[in-house]
Antibody, heavy 115, light 107 residues
């Protein structure tokens, strides 16, 4: 069974940093593209970033480019999202997703940016 | 970036109704489109992939169609558990983009 478990969310002040983690199980992690999607309260879903299997090519939404960094550790079966210079409008539930078709989602971790 | 225009933004319907939700892409995306269902406080679930293929766990009352720029999600006979928010997603070109969502409510 595919499982994606996120952690690392919390309350942070504007301008602060946070690192999200996602531990994967039930599949061969290194064989899949992985990514992050967020759900902004009262609004919709926003694709954030992904890291392509093999080539490790990386893509970001314009709204996070230059502030967020995605990475992976294929030994630890883990995906990360380093979030710097956080803003109020980064407040959201962040989901870890598997593959470029977003077939599987984690349960999400809440990031709240507020002073 | 490719814009996904989803309509309607909200919809009231009754159990047993047939409903259709539409997504229009600002440029052609072949069939690189998925449909997702999200219930409050839960992670989204994929219902349809490649525009018209049913996710194995999804009920057969859900169907998708379209290619290029026009796509539809149809629920043939609404069930109580179908009241949720639905999103389309294009995964043809980075950055991927979602439609604005359709909130399906009980009439």
């Amino acid at each position: 069974e595919v499982q994606l478990v996120e952690s690392g969310g919390g309350l942070v002040q504007p301008g602060g940093s946070l690192r999200l983690s996602c531990v994967a199980s039930g599949f061969t992690f290194s064989s899949y593209t992985m990514g992050w999607v967020r759900h902004i309260p009262g609004k919709g879903l926003e694709w954030v970033s992904c890291i392509i299997k093999g080539s490790n090519s990386i893509y970001y939404a314009d709204s996070v480019k230059g502030r967020f960094t995605i990475s992976r550790d294929n030994v630890k079966n883990s995906l990360y999202l380093q979030m710097n210079s956080l803003r109020d409008d980064d407040t959201a539930v962040y989901y870890c997703v598997r593959d470029q078709w977003l077939a599987y989602w984690g349960q999400g971790t809440l990031v709240a940016v507020s002073s | 970036d490719i814009q996904m225009t989803q309509s309607p933004s909200s919809l009231s319907a009754s159990v047993g109704d047939r409903v259709t939700i539409t997504c229009r892409a600002s440029q052609a995306i072949r069939n690189d489109l998925g449909w997702y269902q999200q219930k409050p406080g839960k992670a989204p679930k994929r219902l349809i992939y490649a525009a018209s293929s049913l996710q194995i766990e999804a009920p057969s009352r859900f169907s998708g169609s379209g290619s290029g720029t026009e796509f539809t999600l149809t629920i043939s006979s609404l069930q109580p558990e179908d009241f949720a928010t639905y999103y389309c997603l294009q995964h043809n070109t980075f950055p991927y983009t979602f439609g604005q969502g359709t909130k399906l409510e009980i009439k």
